[in-house]
């Protein structure tokens, strides 16, 4: 299984002092596909423990897959920032 890479796509110009440069990056994490007994297509990508989705197609799981990984993303940055859920 190969490691998650990830890439920015540069830019041209640094942010002012003290300002912020919003950028994008793209991430690949190994992932891996499965069929239930039944035919039931879903996927989960180990090393985000939880992070599973499904769907009809092999698109619709690749998709919902993409969308449940930036979800994880986002939680584990909120659970780890903020504290989230707040107590």
């Known amino acids: 299984m190969s490691e998650p890479t990830a890439t ?3 830019r041209t110009e ?3 002092p003290g300002g912020i440069l919003p950028i994008t ?3 690949d994490l190994p992932a891996q596909v499965h069929r239930d007994a039944d035919g039931a297509l879903w996927a989960d990508i ?3 423990p939880g992070c599973v989705a499904g769907g009809e197609t092999l698109d619709e799981v690749l998709a919902n ?7 994880w993303l986002l939680a584990k940055h909120d ?4 504290g989230w859920p707040a107590s």
């Not at 897959?65 to 979800?71: D, I, M, Q, T």
């Open 25 to 27: 990056i793209t991430i």
């Open 79 to 82: 659970l780890e920032t903020s």
């Open 65 to 71: 897959l993409r969308e449940a990984a930036e979800g």
């Open 8 to 10: 920015a796509k540069p």
């Open 46 to 48: 180990p090393s985000l």
């Open 14 to 16: 640094a942010p002012a």
